[in-house]
């Protein structure tokens, strides 16, 4: 059973960077052809698409968060970490990573992570 665990930032601070990674077992992100992806949902809100990396190191961005976002894999470790630059309280969310076999396909996430940006 192929597991994501995200790591616990905590409370963070208006316009400060907020690094999450998420842990990976039973699966090595460097091996096939996923998409590892990370989502929000704001509360009370929809899931909201951050980005993505896939297997052959290529990210995408969602364009509203593109110009502070960054998603990057490290292979020794098997995790992956998302940073998002310049938060404010819109911020605020419960962020989840995931798999992605295939464009718009999840078959693992993670248990989410709290998100509170305070101002």
């Known amino acids: 059973q192929v597991q994501l665990q995200e790591s616990r930032p905590g409370l963070v601070k208006l316009s400060q960077t907020v690094s999450l990674s998420c842990a990976v077992s039973c699966a090595l992100i460097a091996t096939g052809y996923h998409y590892w992806r990370w989502i929000r949902q704001p509360p009370g809100r929809g899931l909201e698409r951050i980005g993505y990396?896939?297997?052959?190191?290529?990210?995408s961005y969602s364009t509203s968060l593109k110009s502070r976002t960054s998603i990057s894999s490290d292979t020794s470790n098997n995790q992956l970490t998302l940073q998002l630059g310049s938060v404010t309280p819109e911020d605020t969310a419960v962020y989840y990573c995931?798999?992605?076999?295939?464009?718009?396909?999840?078959?693992?996430w993670g248990q989410g992570t709290q998100v509170t940006v305070s101002s």
């Open positions: 990396i896939h297997v052959s190191g290529d990210t």
């Open positions: 995931t798999r992605e076999p295939r464009m718009g396909q999840y078959d693992y």
